[in-house]
């Protein structure tokens, strides 16, 4: 970057060329590309369900490449203790003293494969990690590296084995994205990709330049309207009656947390900045809301007995909730 600071177009410039590096390796996959970005840009984390060999490991290590950041995977199973993730203290018999070991999550890049197969215990050592960008050994804080993103894994085919993630702990993901399997045409580039030559990822940005658009995009304006609109949203889930929804409290166990709406709000003008505009539009809530409440609902036994999803109950207070107005294009 020539510039100390970026603007808005200049920073949508710079993700196109990191999002043309990406899309040289994985092929398809726009919408949960375009979510990888938004959780970068707003320094959040995120929970990625979808079968295996949907390019989600391939994506954070191209990412990673191009941003010459530190990446790092884990492999969840049943096996595994928070010393594996966040490390420990080892005795050196030569020196007689204890050194600290310190584990994978000190990485720029996350990658919590298949979150679901730890125990609770683990999953509880990850989520603080996320919430307060440290871990303590011995007494002893280690701050990760900034800037820090996790992105956690979940088959949804397989129960055995696995540990539901707890709802309060599960909130503090960003955002929730469903990966779908590639259209034909889609796929069948993505084997002639891997039949052909390897393709070489080329570093475009640095870690501190990714964290100076993080601080850049914190800048963006977003209309009192809006966060008025992102907070009824959550509320609805909360206190549908109030909201003209008393159709769907019986569906509902708990509603979407105070972080929802802050998760939407950030996470649109994320998506704003990366769409090259210095205001949040109220169809950056639109395209977002869904990916920030999915999974802070929690049903109750009349929904899944009728079959409802999250996304069923989403859909049907955005139908109600009424949409403001755009309001005046603030000056980038």
Not at 54 to 80: C, E, H, M, N, W
């Amino acid at each position: 970057m020539s510039t100390p600071h970026q603007t808005a177009p200049e920073a949508a410039t710079l993700m196109e060329r990191i999002l043309y590096e990406v899309k040289r390796v994985v092929v398809g996959q726009d919408r949960f590309l375009e979510r990888v970005m938004v959780a970068l840009l707003a320094q959040g984390h995120l929970l990625v369900e979808g079968v295996p060999g949907l390019a989600k490991t391939l994506t954070v290590r191209t990412l990673a490449a191009t941003l010459r950041g530190s990446y790092k995977r884990i492999q969840f199973t049943p096996d595994l203790v928070p010393a594996d993730l966040v490390g420990t203290r080892i005795y050196n018999q030569k020196t007689g003293e204890f050194g600290t070991t310190l584990g994978p999550v000190f990485a720029n890049l996350l990658l919590a494969d298949e979150i679901n197969r730890a125990p609770a215990k683990v999953q509880s050592a990850l989520l603080e990690v996320m919430q307060e960008r440290q871990v303590t050994i011995a007494g002893e804080a280690h701050k990760v590296p900034t800037p820090f993103v996790v992105m956690a894994t979940q088959n949804p085919i397989e129960t055995e084995g696995t540990y539901p993630l707890p709802e309060a702990q599960v909130d503090r993901f960003m955002m929730k994205v469903l990966v779908d399997y590639p259209a034909d045409e889609e796929e069948f580039v993505i084997v002639e990709r891997v039949i052909g030559p390897p393709v070489t990822v080329e570093p475009v940005a640095t870690t501190s330049q990714l964290a100076e658009l993080q601080q850049e995009c914190r800048k963006v304006y977003v209309d009192p309207s809006l966060i008025s609109y992102a907070v009824k949203l959550v509320g609805a889930t909360r206190r549908p009656q109030q909201h003209g929804l008393a159709e769907l409290g019986k569906y509902l166990s708990f509603g979407a947390s105070p972080r929802a709406s802050i998760s939407l709000v950030e996470a649109s003008r994320a998506l704003a900045y990366l769409r090259g505009r210095g205001y949040v539009l109220p169809e950056d809530l639109l395209a977002l809301a869904a990916d920030t409440l999915r999974h802070r609902l929690v049903l109750s036994y009349e929904a899944l007995a009728e079959g409802l999803t999250a996304d069923a109950l989403i859909e049907r207070v955005m139908a109600r909730i009424p949409i403001p107005a755009k309001p005046m294009q603030h000056p980038q």
